[in-house]
């Protein structure tokens, strides 16, 4: 009597707050976190994922009690292809251990490392004009040797191993060095692509040859490609999956402390409020999503 009066005192919406055995019915719950930005682009004052950063979110949403399914919502261009898998094993590790089902919706673009997330999931929806794809490997650098010999500049590097100073940009490019790397990349790739396969299975449409070049797709012909299952946005497909009572959960990011927000940058630059490294992180993370079209 007293379990049924106390749950009566309450709306649906707020019984979530009473214990699951004072509530008149359980409502279904799924968390939601939000990996936003350049894969492996974290620095003090511009966001980025990595496993640093993303590993504590994954651990709270998962420990969620009575949590119907994982919503990740995934708006990224693509990064580092090392921190990429450490994201998509730790969603898998957490997925299988708790046995929730995990679902993955794209904003702007799921690309590259973002794709590779994105695969993590049981299902992944997408906008129609969302960018997907992206399957490849890609490594970009500039040449400095002709500017510094102009201005007068004479590069030294003194090494220990015959390959320690590869691809270094003050000097003239060596096939040798660029013939090593693309080898580095083709086995980073093969990875990708065992990863996309073993995920995604026969839903593949491997008739397209150029599913795994590193080209990329609005969602509706990701649909068609089999790689991504189906259109629409996080808040249709969750109701319509649970029910107009689902609950969303925001799992919110972890925030750095109130003093390092304030005083954190000019302790970095020595009291200027521009970071030249991270002037240069933002216009590397700006290039990517211009690689996209966005």
Same mark, same amino acid.
């Given at each position: 009597?007293?379990?049924?009066?106390?749950?009566?005192?309450?709306?649906?919406?707020?019984?979530?707050?009473?214990?699951?055995?004072?509530?008149?019915?359980?409502?279904?719950?799924?968390?939601?976190?939000?990996?936003?930005?350049?894969?492996?682009?974290?620095?003090?004052?511009?966001?980025?994922?990595?496993?640093?950063?993303?590993?504590?979110?994954?651990?709270?949403?998962?420990?969620?009690?009575?949590?119907?399914?994982?919503?990740?919502?995934?708006?990224?261009?693509?990064?580092?292809?090392?921190?990429?898998?450490?994201?998509?094993?730790?969603?898998?590790?957490?997925?299988?251990?708790?046995?929730?089902?995990?679902?993955?919706?794209?904003?702007?673009?799921?690309?590259?490392?973002?794709?590779?997330?994105?695969?993590?999931?049981?299902?992944?929806?997408?906008?129609?004009?969302?960018?997907?794809?992206?399957?490849?490997? /890609?490594?970009?650098?500039? +040449?400095? !040797?002709?500017? &510094?010999?102009?201005?007068? =500049? @004479?590069?030294?590097?003194?090494?220990? %191993?015959?390959?320690?100073?590869?691809?270094?940009?003050?000097?003239?490019?060596?096939?040798?060095? /660029?013939?090593?790397?693309? +080898?580095? !990349?083709?086995? &980073?790739?093969?990875?990708? =692509? @065992?990863?996309?396969?073993?995920?995604? %299975?026969?839903?593949?449409?491997?008739?397209?040859?150029?599913?795994?070049?590193?080209?990329?797709? /609005?969602?509706?012909?990701?649909?068609?490609?089999?790689? &991504?299952?189906?259109?629409?946005?996080?808040?249709?497909?969750?109701?319509?999956?649970?029910?107009?009572?689902?609950?969303?959960?925001?799992?919110?990011?972890?925030?750095?402390?109130?003093?390092?927000?304030?005083?954190?940058?000019?302790?970095?630059?020595?009291?200027?409020?521009?970071?030249?490294?991270?002037?240069?992180?933002?216009?590397?993370?700006?290039?990517?999503?211009?690689?996209?079209?966005?």
């Amino acid at each position: 009597m007293a379990q049924t009066s106390l749950s009566s005192m309450l709306p649906a919406r707020l019984q979530f707050l009473l214990p699951s055995r004072y509530r008149s019915y359980r409502t279904p719950i799924v968390p939601v976190l939000r990996l936003s930005g350049a894969i492996g682009a974290v620095m003090p004052f511009r966001s980025g994922l990595a496993i640093s950063n993303v590993a504590s979110m994954l651990e709270r949403a998962f420990s969620v009690p009575g949590a119907a399914a994982i919503a990740i919502v995934i708006n990224s261009p693509g990064g580092s292809a090392a921190q990429s898998h450490l994201i998509y094993k730790r969603i898998r590790a957490y997925a299988e251990e708790k046995k929730i089902p995990v679902l993955a919706f794209v904003e702007d673009a799921a690309a590259s490392g973002g794709y590779m997330i994105a695969c993590a999931a049981d299902e992944i929806y997408a906008d129609p004009a969302s960018i997907v794809g992206s399957i490849g490997v /890609v490594s970009a650098s500039f +040449g400095f !040797q002709e500017l &510094i010999a102009r201005i007068g =500049v @004479e590069r030294r590097v003194h090494t220990a %191993g015959q390959s320690k100073a590869m691809l270094d940009p003050f000097r003239p490019e060596n096939p040798e060095d /660029v013939a090593r790397l693309k +080898g580095l !990349q083709r086995k &980073i790739h093969e990875v990708f =692509v @065992e990863l996309v396969r073993s995920r995604r %299975g026969a839903k593949l449409n491997d008739s397209y040859e150029d599913l795994f070049s590193g080209a990329f797709w /609005v969602g509706a012909e990701a649909v068609d490609l089999g790689l &991504i299952d189906g259109l629409g946005d996080i808040r249709t497909i969750i109701r319509q999956r649970f029910g107009e009572d689902v609950q969303f959960r925001m799992i919110e990011p972890a925030r750095p402390p109130l003093l390092g927000r304030l005083f954190g940058r000019r302790a970095v630059t020595g009291g200027s409020l521009i970071d030249p490294i991270e002037v240069v992180g933002a216009l590397e993370e700006r290039a990517a999503w211009a690689r996209l079209g966005l």
